[in-house]
T-cell receptor
Framework: DTEVTQTPKHLVMGMTNKKSLKCEQH?????MYWYKQKAKKPPELMFV???????INESVPSRFSPECPNSSLLNLHLHALQPEDSALYLC?????????????FGNGTRLTVT | AQTVTQSQPEMSVQEAETVTLSCTYD???????LFWYKQPPSRQMILVIR??????QNATENRFSVNFQKAAKSFSLKISDSQLGDTAMYFC????????????????FGAGTILRVKS
């Protein structure tokens, strides 16, 4: 069982739709991450939130909009996506108490843009 | 910038045998952390093992162990007594040590190695 919960597991959306991905953790972690992963490729970092503040944006297009309403919740709002945005979107979290702590990943949301 | 290289796109091993996955990295940092993650078809990224660069002793976790060669910037993963459940994509990853915890530390992944365990 994963301690980082992502919903939905699968999402199909058209290019004109607006949708949101949700990530939740109750481990008290203060750093949360969004990664994008194409098939048989490594995850690519998109955003990092630390203490509910955006600390890293890896030059992600504005059609992806992250939000961290509180320390347990991370959202990724999607609007006007392109077919090439189809991928597995992974959320991860990390404690702030240990500088060598690894990332804990969720099961991901499989996104298909039609 | 840090880079992580996994030179074996795919590997196969018979059940109960031992296999070694290779990983090299390039960094000018002296203090950093290395990880191996596995991603089975269920797609969750699972931490297998981690190593602190300041520790000379190689990390071990049950059937999993690493050969960490800091001077050579090499970090290989050895899986002993391979099991069918070990079938997955394995990623080597690097994280530099950053004192400012607000920064959020990036994790840099290698391209991955697909490991298939055969019965």
């Amino acid at each position: 069982d994963t301690e980082v919960t992502q919903t939905p597991k699968h999402l199909v959306m058209g290019m004109t739709n607006k949708k949101s991905l949700k990530c939740e953790q109750h481990m008290g972690h203060r750093a949360m991450y969004w990664y994008k992963q194409k098939a048989k490729k490594p995850p690519e970092l998109m955003f990092v939130y630390s203490y509910e503040k955006l600390s890293i944006n890896e030059s992600v297009p504005s059609r992806f909009s992250p939000e961290c309403p509180n320390s347990s919740l991370l959202n990724l709002h999607l609007h006007a996506l392109q077919p090439e945005d189809s991928a597995l979107y992974l959320c991860a979290s990390r404690p702030d108490v240990s500088y060598n702590s690894p990332l804990h990943f969720g099961n991901g949301t499989r996104l298909t843009v039609t | 910038a840090q880079t992580v290289t996994q030179s074996q796109p795919e590997m196969s091993v018979q059940e109960a045998e031992t296999v070694t996955l290779s990983c090299t990295y390039d960094t000018s940092e002296s203090n950093y952390y290395l990880f191996w993650y596995k991603q089975p078809p269920s797609r969750q990224m699972i931490l297998v093992i981690r190593q602190e660069a300041y520790k000379q002793q190689n990390a071990t976790e049950n059937r999993f162990s690493v050969n960490f060669q800091k001077a050579a910037k090499s970090f290989s993963l050895k899986i002993s007594d391979s099991q069918l459940g070990d079938t997955a994509m394995y990623f080597c990853a690097f994280m530099k040590h950053v004192i400012d915890l607000e920064y959020g530390n990036k994790l840099v992944f290698g391209a991955g190695t697909i490991l298939r365990v055969k019965s």
